[in-house]
């Protein structure tokens, strides 16, 4: 089984400019679906710090975002959505053996997961045009793996 990971899609994110926005919309609800109809875990990851502060419009999920009530919501205080989450153990509990990344920014909440699934052993992919920024020099940082 596999689990698609989608990191701080978020009101207080995506209302900068993002690079390919309307790519990476696409690309993630596409994955979604996807991964509905397969029957595959999906896990929306919601960041908490002063930007994005817990029940405020800033923090809640793009509405743009295919994004249901009985999706799982896990909510991180670090870049890595394995450092002090139950993420691992939900995973292995599920015996999930492959996670999807996806999500904000590239260069790095998605880039520290990335790392930390494959250090904790999981079969780790980045979702092509699944990730993005905001930054002047975004092409170049969207391609770091």
Known sequence: MKALLLIDIRNGLTKRKLHNFPMFVQAINHSINTFREAKDLIIFVQHNNKQLKELTKDWEIDKKIDKRDNDLTIQKFH??????????SILRE???????????????CVKATCLGGLKLGF??????NGHTNWDKNAENKDKFC
Do not use: M, Y
Request: hydrophobic share 45%.
């Open 79 to 88: 870049g890595n959505v394995f450092l002090e989450t139950d993420l691992e």
């Open 94 to 108: 599920k015996n999930i053996i492959e996670i999807v990344v996806c999500g904000l920014v590239s260069h790095g």
């Open 123 to 128: 079969q780790t992919a980045l979702l092509r």
